[in-house]
């Protein structure tokens, strides 16, 4: 497992952006793993928003935010980012980053949180309208 914390949220304007990082701690490098984010709003199931394979950097994310998030990495500072532009009041929710290191046949697969197995603390996002 690889320690992993969130930070970059906040309270933001409808329309507004924010960019949301995820470090990994310690001696892990997170250039093996492929890291996602999801959020969590009150009463609410966990959410996939995004990832990004350890392989070739290459990305995912579901048309609820596909134009609007993109999610990337830098292995040099071992982190991974969520720029989230054209913020609506529905992207209110806590964020979550996660990794794994599993590799699985399918985009679907990373849409699930149990399949991921490091998760960070979350950061909060709040966006007013």
């Known amino acids: 497992q690889v320690q992993l914390v969130e930070s970059g949220g906040g309270l933001v304007q409808a329309g507004g952006s924010l960019r949301l990082s995820c470090a990994a701690s310690g001696r892990t490098s997170l250039s093996s793993y492929s890291v996602g984010w999801f959020r969590q709003a009150p009463g609410k199931e966990r959410e996939f928003v995004a990832v990004?394979?350890?392989?070739?950097?290459?990305?995912y994310l579901p048309d609820s935010v596909q134009g609007r998030f993109t999610i990337s990495r830098d292995n040099a500072k071992n982190t991974a980012y969520l720029q989230m532009n054209s913020l609506r009041p529905e992207d209110s929710a806590v964020y979550y980053c996660?990794?794994?290191?599993?590799?699985?046949?399918?985009?679907?697969?990373?849409?699930?949180?149990?399949?991921?197995?490091?998760w960070g603390q979350g950061t909060q996002v709040t966006v007013s309208s």
């Open positions: 990004v394979y350890w392989r070739r950097g290459s990305t």
């Open positions: 996660a990794a794994t290191n599993r590799l699985y046949s399918g985009s679907y697969y990373y849409r699930l949180p149990s399949n991921f197995d490091s």
